[in-house]
């Protein structure tokens, strides 16, 4: 089996705001930030795919996909 490597993927998620508000308010802080753990699948110039669970064999379930455009930082734990 190839090794995988363990990552931590802070990345910031969208959010949607409903009701009358002032023109020019600011929605930036609306943004969540999020944090995801897990195995390095794949990754592309467009996305990052992880997964939070692996058999000792290699298969993987939950992937989770990431658009890279979104990840603030990406760090190696192993």
């Known amino acids: 089996m ?3 490597p363990l990552v931590v993927v802070e990345w910031d998620d969208t959010s949607t705001n409903t009701g009358w508000d002032e023109d020019g ?3 930036t802080k609306e943004a969540l930030g999020c944090v995801s753990v897990g195995w390095k699948i794949k990754s592309n110039r467009k996305h990052l795919v992880i997964t939070p669970m692996r058999t000792k064999d290699g298969r993987c379930n939950d ?3 990431i658009p890279c455009g979104c990840i603030t930082n990406i760090r190696r734990l192993e």
């Open 25 to 27: 308010e600011d929605y």
């Open 2 to 4: 190839r090794k995988k």
């Open 63 to 65: 992937r989770q996909v």
